[in-house]
């Protein structure tokens, strides 16, 4: 198989607390499954008033969108 090129941007997403609305929600480290569907829930932590969320996506994370040719 080749390899082909291509140029992309970068989009950082973050997750502003809920409950403060001040502060990143980080990934700690942990999950958990939820059986039987296998979707995997993250556990978050906001930077500024600690409280605990998961999600089912890791914050902060990326995107990769296609760059248009001008």
Same mark, same amino acid.
């Given at each position: 198989? !080749?390899? =082909? &090129? !291509? #140029? /992309? ?15 990143l929600m980080t990934y700690t480290g !942990? *999950? *958990? $499954?939820?059986?039987p569907s296998g979707v995997r829930m &993250?556990?978050?932590?906001? $930077? /500024?008033?600690?409280? @605990?969320v998961a999600f089912e996506r890791v914050?902060? !994370? =990326?995107?990769? #969108?296609? $760059?248009?040719? @001008?």
């Open positions: 198989m !080749s390899e =082909t &090129h !291509s #140029m /992309v941007r970068v989009k950082r997403i973050d997750y502003i607390c809920d409950h403060c609305n001040e502060g !942990s *999950w *958990w $499954e939820i059986h &993250h556990y978050h932590r906001c $930077e /500024v008033c600690r409280v @605990q914050y902060p !994370s =990326t995107e990769f #969108m296609p $760059e248009v040719p @001008q």
